[in-house]
Every structure is written in C-alpha cells, then in structure tokens.
C-alpha cells in the first residue's frame, strides 16, 4: 500500500477483523504489550510490508480502522513487551504472529529457523533472543468477505437416537474417488459431490464426523522424514478452515467451498461435526516457534507451570495447554465455536482431550468455566457436544463425568467389545455397554445417547487390522514403532499380518461382522470408522497421524468382494436399527416390567434357558447369552409426539471358539422368532420357534424379532404353557424416516 494509510481509533469488539464501508477493523488481545503494530503485505510487490501501529487500547484488546484496507488483503501482527521467559513473557518485535481470529490464511508458514523468537543451538537456549525478522516466512492471515447465498439450508438436527455416525478425514475419504475430476479428489468440493453424499445416504450415514478442518502446518520433524500431520491435530487457527483441503486457491472461494460443502451435505439430511483440538496449539512447548499465541501474550492464553513459568503445563503430550482459566482464551474458544455454528453452519463439534479444557486451578472440574460457558450459551447448547473425555494428565480419564447436554467417546465401550469377541471379555461388562452404559450416565440425569459406541477410530487400529494384528506395526511413520498404544485388545485370528488361510480369512471377515452388529445393536449413538465398511487396512499401523498416503486413503474401485459384502451388511446394520426402536432406546432400560404378567424391558438370557443370575455373572466364563428386549409400547414419544413401539429383538453373543445350542426364550402362542440377521457362515434356519434350540455358531451372532406379544419368560422349561396370554394390537406402520433409509439401501444394492 504505497499510499497514505488513514487510521482512526475503531473499536475494541469484536476481535479480529470485521470489513466495513470504507476499510476494516481491527482489534488485538494482549494484556501484557506495550505496543502492536498491523502489517499489511503486498503479494504482488513480493511481500511488502506496511506497518500501521493500532492507536487505541481498551480493556487490553488494542484495536484501530484503517480506511481502504479491502478483502483479499494479506495481514499479521508485531507485538511489542517484554521478553523474560523465565516470567512467561516472550514478546518479540521481530516475528510476525498471525491473528488468532484470521477467518482464512492468506500465505501458509515456511519452515524457517527466523520462526523461533530465540537463536536456535544458542547456549542459553530457549533464554537467548531472536533479531532475525520472520515476515518473509510467518503465516499470514486473509482478510475475507464471508458472505454466502445459504438459500433454505437448514440443519438438519438428527435426534440422538436416530443419529449414525461417520467419522472421516476430508482429503483421506475421496483422494482416490476416480469419478470426479482429479483436481477436486480429496477436497471439500468432493465432499460435497453427487458421488460422495449418495454413498453415504445409501450406507445410511446421518452425520460425518470430520477430523480437524481448522488451519494446522505440518511439523518439521514430519517434513524431514517426508511425512506430514495427516490428521490436523496441532491447530495454529481456531477460526481459519484448512486451506489445502480446498481445490480452489483464492481464500474466498475456498471459503465457500467449504459452506457449499455443509450446505450439501444438509440437503441430504446429514449433520456436519467438527473434531476439534482446542486444548493446545501448534507452537509446542518452550522449545517452539513463536508463530500466534505465544508472541501475542504468552502468559495469557496458555498454562505455565506455577513455580517456572518459563515452561509450559502439558496436558495434551504436545508441549502446551491452552489455558481456560484465563477469560481471554475462553472466550477464543467460545467465539471460534459460535463462528463455526453461525456463519459455517456446522452441526456440532467433538472435543479432542476435552478434559484438558475443563481443568481449573487444581484439576479436572465438572463445574469450572468451560463447561459453564458452554453450558449457558443459547448457540452452542442447541448443537451436539462430544468430549473425548480424557487427557493425558493424572485425573484426566473422565469417562463418565461429563455434565447434561455432553456426549462422550465411551472408551470403556470400545475396549469391552474388544476383549469380549477376543474371548477374554466378562459377560457382565459387555451387558453394561449393551444397555447404554447406564452404570456411567444414568447418575448424571442423561440418556443413552451420552455414549457414544466405537469400536475404531482415526486413533488405533481400523477394524481390519483389528483382527489381523496382535502388534502394531507402525515403523513407517519414522519412531522405530515406539509411537501409538501397544495395548490394543486385538487379535490376529491365528497369524499376524495378511495371509492366503482361507480358515483365517473367513474368522477374521465373521469377527469384523460381530464387531459390527454388536455396534449398532447397542444402545447408545454408534460412530463407524470411514474405511471399515470397505475392509481398509492400514497394514498393521495404529497410529497413521503422518500417513498421507495409500494406508490413509480410501478405496472406491470396490474390486474387492468382501469390501462389498462388509458395505451391505452395514447398510442392513443400519435398516434393522431403524426398524427396531427397542435397538436404540431414548431412555435407559429400568429392568421393570412393562406391565401386569409381561416381561421386564430388557432381560439377560442364559442358553440353558432361563434368566441370567448373579452367580453367572459371577463366575467370569460365560461366553454366551442373550439380551431380550420387549417390545410394544415405549413409554417414549418420537418427534411428533406419537408413542414409540417396536417388535421384541433376542440378541444371541457367542465368543465361545465352539457352536453352543441355546434354549430360546418363549414367544407366545407356539409361534417362532424371526432370524433377522446373523454373523454366521453356515446356513441357518430363518425361524425359531419358542423354547426349541438354536445351534449358535463358534464367535457369532445373532439377532431375532417377533411382532408377537410378549409372554413371561419362565426358568428352564421347554415346554413351559403359555395359555392365557392377551395378544398386543397388531404393530403399526414404520416411521417416514425409516421408509427413507430402507429405500437408500434398496436404491443402492440396485445400483452396485
């Protein structure tokens, strides 16, 4: 800007940059600066800088209106104080930081030893000062005319109990999709394409789970081994989406490439949640680059150690925390949250380390003033809240703890499934996570839908390797297999690694089957891994943050039978979960009686044919029994008011390595349950009638309906009567939404 610069003293709120008639706004936090100066940089004149000092400040956010500042202009910041890292303070005039409220990235940061606001392999370290100037390599912010035509997209607000979750990596999911132009593969633009959005509307997907889409640099230890941050979590601008995810260049049209993106996908009926790791950024520890925070005011927005505040409390295994106790970086996080929500439009958020967020003074706080701040905003509260609820700190692993209105990663859920189809599981245990976990959310006042069910995610072994892999093998990613958890409950079927065993193969596809079912026959919300519904394998690696590539990358040429098979049996999953409403209750089983002479919502069935007792839960071997939830009326109402009924379901579990015939509970009448759906490979009866044997497979499952009235199910007696039983009005018809996911899974089988 080579001509005169006309600055008045603006205003103080809202941070960041805000386009008026006439130039922008700016407005800083720092309460520790003596001086901050606005530079503007000119892409066409390599770079230039021009340097404006913000005249005003007030209540410590400097802040000033610089007339004929436009969108497109390129800025950052140079913040003056005092440098005393031993005292928290590591302002450095000669670096230039990016705007923490940047709502795009104008120019991506250069690996440069200038980054560092000390002297890299100086004698004093992290002690000595920097003079070097950064601006030729900082990352620039983008100042943007946010405008979008939304036109009546509208959220789609999915209930809990109806939502099916779908976590995946935004470039991971489509860079292989070969039916859209290669320049738009792995980009928000293939997210939102035709290709992508009926794939999942037909699996039966209500809302994707995005891993982290804020603005993130790849670590120069990963760019050293010719590696990268695949997964995003070292965020470095809560406000500013990831422009390499875009396939347009230009921060305005990559911006409403990502809003088309939503806007897309909720005219599917699908939800957008963002992963986002708020709890640290990507300067790392005292041994980081000064790129945002830490030279804006260091000892505001991140937690120092109390006796050495030269260094930093690390809760994330990161190098920092963000410091939640302090208003300013509260109310970061807060405004990021409600620009997402208000101008994104974006569905919800899942916390990453979420206990890192809630630790106050003296540690982890139910009531501390992240979840107060939330809990009380007419925005957020209105949006679907998922913790991961634990850190890396002592006291972090929350699971459990969490107030009213948060959902949470159930952790315990993922390693009891685990252990259970690897045949080292408790019965006991596995029945908690069946029924909704109300042992670890019931106290609170919530529902089921608090847990959500995993059995994989990013972070671990995908369900292939699950049951390939005792080991991780994880050697690629450059650490000699030290990195990523080694304790994983998995089981490699007989032999580690692929292998040509047809015995093997056939375990390995009827365990991943059980796994699966077991997902979406629990209460609960369940969350499905992107790559598990097509046989991904990341070839034994659990811990792929730096693999962007084909281990990382999802498959789209469907040559691979059991890829198929394993997509329709999800799809089927899906249905029957929705055809069931007793499958995915809104309120946790009481263990009553329905009603005078009918059976108890949910009753634990041992295959000699009688109620489970405790002494069986007991005994610590059983590897078999069955879960029988009553059907009829609810004593729940659906969206429009109207009582929820379903059929009664028998779920059948069998771990054991040998088939085991089980007692099935009566039905009533002499009449059969239905086999709706088994893990099984040998062929199997469609109908079973009351108290006959069923023959269940060696690790299998299997599922049964019957529209028929409920009758009380008698200790072991085959051929207990069943005379004087009042049949139930015949079951109504499914719901709208229900029609529409069985159409989605018949459209696509004809189809593919």
């Known amino acids: 800007m080579s001509r005169p610069i006309k600055v008045l003293p603006g205003y103080p709120t809202p941070l960041g940059p805000t386009v008026e008639k006439g130039g922008v706004n700016f407005a800083l936090f720092s309460a520790n600066a003596t001086k901050v100066e606005l530079c503007l940089f000119d892409p066409s004149r390599t770079y230039a800088e021009t340097r404006v000092t913000l005249p005003e400040c007030t209540n410590q956010v400097w802040h000033g209106f610089v007339h004929g500042v436009r969108p497109g202009q390129l800025y950052g910041y140079r913040v003056h104080g005092p440098y005393e890292p031993r005292n928290g303070h590591r302002f450095n005039p000669n ?354 839908h608090a847990s959500i069910n995993f059995i994989t995610c990013h972070d671990g072994f995908c369900l292939r390797d699950l049951v390939s892999y005792n080991d991780k093998h994880n050697f690629a990613n450059g650490d000699e297999n030290r990195d990523g958890d080694s304790h994983n409950n998995s089981w490699n079927c007989g032999e580690e690694g692929e292998t040509a065993n047809s015995a093997i193969q056939a375990l390995r596809f009827r365990q991943a089957r059980n796994f699966l079912a077991t997902l979406f026959f629990s209460q609960g919300v369940p969350m499905l891994l992107a790559g598990d519904d097509r046989w991904h394998t990341q070839q034994g690696n659990n811990n792929c943050y730096c693999q962007d590539n084909v281990r990382s990358w999802l498959e789209w040429n469907w040559s691979d039978t059991t890829a198929v098979k394993l997509r329709d049996f999800i799809r089927e999953l899906i249905v029957i979960r929705a055809e069931y409403p007793v499958l995915c209750r809104k309120n946790f089983l009481a263990g009553k009686p329905l009603g005078p002479g009918l059976p108890k919502e949910v009753l634990w069935w041992n295959v000699e044919g009688r109620e489970m007792t405790q002494a069986d839960w007991d005994c610590g071997f059983i590897r078999c029994f069955g879960m029988h939830l009553t059907g009829g009326v609810l004593n729940e109402n659906d969206e429009r008011g109207r009582p929820r009924k379903s059929d009664s379901v028998f779920l059948l579990l069998n771990a054991h390595h040998e088939d085991l015939r089980c007692i099935m509970p009566p039905t009533g009448a002499a009449k059969a349950w239905k086999l709706r759906l088994t893990t099984a490979d040998a062929p199997t009866p469609g109908r079973v009638s009351g108290q006959h044997w069923f023959t269940s497979q060696a690790r299998s499952l299997a599922l049964f309906a019957t529209a028929l009235p409920p009758v009380p199910l008698q200790p072991a007696a085959p051929e207990a009567s069943l005379k004087g039983k009042t049949p139930q009005q015949p079951f109504d018809a499914r719901k709208d939404w229900l029609s529409k996911v069985r159409s989605r899974i018949l459209l696509g089988r004809s189809k593919d």
């Open 95 to 448: 670096k230039v930081l990016l705007d923490p409220y940047a709502k795009a990235i104008g120019r991506p940061l250069q690996w440069s030893p200038e980054l560092f606001g000390y002297t890299l392999e100086h004698k004093d370290a992290d002690l000595s000062f920097d003079e070097r100037d950064s601006a030729p390599f900082a990352p620039l912010g983008a100042i943007v005319d946010t405008s979008f035509d939304w036109g009546r997209d509208r959220a789609p607000r999915t209930p809990w109990h109806r939502t099916n979750i779908y976590e995946l990596h935004v470039k991971g999911f489509t860079r292989l999709m070969e039916a859209i132009p290669e320049a738009q593969r792995g980009a928000y633009a293939a997210l939102a394409s035709d290709e992508a959005v009926d794939y999942l509307k037909k699996l039966g997907v209500t809302a994707v789970e995005l891993l982290p889409v804020h603005h993130h640099p790849d670590d120069s230890f990963l760019l050293d081994k010719n590696l990268s941050n695949y997964w995003g979590y070292n965020t470095l601008s809560f406000f500013a989406f990831e422009p390499s995810y875009a396939s347009a260049a230009d921060p305005h049209a990559a911006l409403r490439e990502f809003k088309g993106m939503v806007k897309r996908l909720h005219a599917a009926g699908i939800e957008v949640i963002l992963d986002v790791a708020y709890n640290h950024t990507a300067e790392g520890n005292q041994m980081g680059p000064t790129l945002t925070f830490r030279g804006l005011d260091n000892a505001s927005y991140y937690r120092l150690s109390q006796p050495a505040p030269r260094y930093y409390e690390d809760f994330t295994g990161c190098g920092n925390t963000m410091s939640m106790r302090h208003p300013a970086s509260l109310r970061l996080l807060m405004d990021s949250l409600r620009y997402w929500v208000t101008e994104m439009h974006v569905d919800g958020f899942r916390f990453d380390l979420a206990s890192a967020l809630a630790r106050e003074l003296h540690g982890w706080d139910k009531l501390g003033s992240f979840f107060d701040a939330i809990g009380q905003d007419p925005v957020l509260t209105n949006v679907k809240l998922i913790a991961e609820p634990w850190d890396v700190g002592m006291g972090g692993y929350q699971v459990g703890n969490y107030p009213t209105g948060w959902a949470e990663w159930n952790g315990r859920y993922r390693d009891e499934v685990r252990r259970f189809w690897k045949g080292a599981g408790f019965a006991g245990e596995l029945a908690a996570r069946l029924s909704g976990s109300a042992d670890l959310y019931d106290h609170s006042g919530r529902h089921p």
